[in-house]
């Protein structure tokens, strides 16, 4: 499965952003999907999932504040971030689990200004 991940950039804290995350195959062939972050110096780690039946899965510091959403039509997985604050600037790596077999994007950055 190849990922295109775009929409990151730059934003004040208390803005929003929205990721999208496009594959190469249908959604319906993929058991599921997300977002994991890395900062600098720091572990990768899970901010969100959804699987093909529709399940979320969130990271507690992102709860409330972003949402995680497919759309099967165009084979893309978004993430919605608002309320974005100083800790969640991280490069942002789209991930996808087919059979067992996990796939990453490149990274996108997202960057929130205090």
């Known amino acids: 499965v190849q990922l295109q991940a775009s929409g990151g950039g730059l934003v004040e804290a208390g803005g929003s952003l929205r990721l999208s995350c496009a594959a190469s195959v249908s959604l319906f062939t993929i058991n599921a999907m997300g977002w994991y972050r890395q900062a600098p110096g720091k572990l990768r780690e899970l901010v969100a999932t959804?699987?093909?039946?529709?399940?979320?899965n969130y990271a507690d510091s992102v709860k409330g504040r972003f949402t995680i959403s497919r759309d099967n039509a165009k084979n893309t997985v978004y993430l919605q971030m608002i309320s974005l604050k100083p800790e969640d600037s991280a490069t942002y790596y789209c991930w996808s689990s087919l059979r067992g077999m996990d796939s990453w994007g490149k990274g996108t950055q997202v960057t929130v200004s205090s």
């Open positions: 959804i699987t093909n039946d529709g399940a979320t």
